[in-house]
């Protein structure tokens, strides 16, 4: 053991172990005060909630940084940082729009226990903040699509629809002013089923120039963004024809115009859709020949594509022979209690068509006119009433055209 505690090496170790001892001594104990510089803290500004309800904000400053010098002891300066100090200026009292120097303040929120009663600034930089306040506005700006789309074969993109339907922005007036609309671009390549996603937009100005986002407050920092996509289908377009008047199918030509329109829609909803039925035309109305107009009617699930709302349908009847036959065969049904008709109309001229031979055959004798007075206004006087008129025959014969009489009505 002596021989240890007179050693070389011993002496070495205990050496070491007394300069720890003393800095430790030093730098725990006695804790000197020591300088030091801390950069780039950011600052607060309080009190904007009140400038805001002024209709008021902080156009500038919002960027400056402040470094300070402060003095303190060794243990409390180490904390020292941009997240233990704060530099916060006062704007409560700005009342209006300008260009304000305002001095600010320093605190210390140091970690547990520590004190910061020993921390002295002893410079900054700078020594008072410069800012701009300016009048602050907040709009709802329109969305509008812009695509770099291409469908695939087949289909077709309709309009686009945004969540939410509008952005709202809020920041320095002359700058809020000059936004015109929010763009957001679609990319995509063969489109064959609907987008939807989020998106990025873009601030634009009436002078089409990109306004920076960065300077604004907006209330949504994506758009929810559906572009529907649509199959297209030629449909063609048709009539039902009705036999009558002593005409069929195989006794008239027709011509429909347009044959056919693009419709859009939902693959399922243009599933089934094979033809679309103008409607109706009923032979014992047609003389010889005639050109009716149709609306084009459309489920509100479908799209009309081509835009066309009308068409015509040009109807010929051929090969048939009409002729027209005085009839006085007049007979009165469902007549009005306590009521007498009497006919003013004694004959009508009703024409017939058919075969020429059929035709010939026919006379007027077999015609009956029916005024079916059920309908008829219960009152005396004259009226027209319309009448049906019937074939007693059996042969391809028939009445073309509607007809209608005049009765006169009293009371019993």
Do not use: C
Not at 70 to 99: C, F, H
Not at 195 to 221: C, H, V
């Amino acid at each position: 053991m002596e021989k240890i505690v007179k050693s070389k090496g011993f002496h070495m170790v205990l050496s070491v172990l007394i300069a720890i001892g003393l800095w430790m001594y030093v730098g725990r104990v006695e804790n000197p005060d020591v300088p030091d510089t801390i950069r780039n803290l950011p600052i607060t500004f309080v009190g904007t909630d009140i400038l805001e309800n002024r209709g008021l904000m902080i156009h500038q400053g919002g960027e400056q940084t402040v470094t300070i010098r402060v003095t303190g002891k060794r243990n409390v300066v180490n904390l020292l940082s941009a997240e233990t100090v704060s530099i916060m200026v006062d704007v409560s009292t700005i009342e209006q729009p300008g260009q304000y120097t305002l001095s600010y303040q320093v605190f210390f929120n140091l970690p547990g226990t520590n004190s910061s009663s020993s921390l002295v600034v002893t410079d900054r930089s700078p020594q008072n903040l410069v800012f701009t306040v300016a009048r602050q506005a907040q709009r709802k700006i329109p969305i509008r699509g812009s695509t770099n789309v291409s469908v695939a074969e087949g289909y077709q993109a309709g309009a686009f629809s945004f969540l939410p339907d509008t952005i709202e922005v809020r920041g320095e007036e002359s700058l809020v002013n000059q936004i015109e609309y929010a763009q957001v671009i679609l990319e995509q390549t063969e489109l064959s089923a609907t987008f939807s996603g989020d998106l990025p937009y873009t601030l634009i100005g009436y002078n089409g120039d990109t306004i920076d986002r960065e300077k604004l407050i907006t209330n949504a920092s994506f758009i929810r963004t559906t572009l529907p996509i649509y199959q297209i289908k030629e449909v063609p377009l048709t009539v039902n024809i009705l036999p009558g008047g002593g005409a069929n199918q195989q006794n008239i030509k027709y011509e429909i115009e347009p044959k056919s329109i693009m419709v859009s829609g939902s693959a399922n909803d243009l599933e089934p859709l094979k033809e679309i039925s103008l409607g109706e035309i009923d032979l014992s109305k047609i003389t010889e020949s005639e050109t009716l107009t149709f609306s084009i009617p459309l489920a509100p699930e479908l799209n009309n594509v081509s835009g066309v709302s009308e068409a015509t349908v040009s109807i010929t009847i051929k090969g048939l022979t009409t002729a027209t036959l005085e009839v006085d065969n007049i007979e009165f049904i469902h007549v009005p209690i306590g009521y007498i008709p009497r006919k003013v109309t004694q004959t009508r001229q009703v024409q017939i068509r058919g075969t020429a031979e059929a035709v010939a055959s026919v006379s007027a004798s077999q015609l009956r006119i029916v005024a079916d007075l059920d309908q008829a206004v219960a009152t005396t006087g004259t009226q027209t009433i319309p009448v049906k008129v019937y074939l007693d025959s059996a042969g391809d014969v028939g009445v073309v055209g509607d007809y209608n009489i005049v009765v006169s009505i009293t009371r019993q």
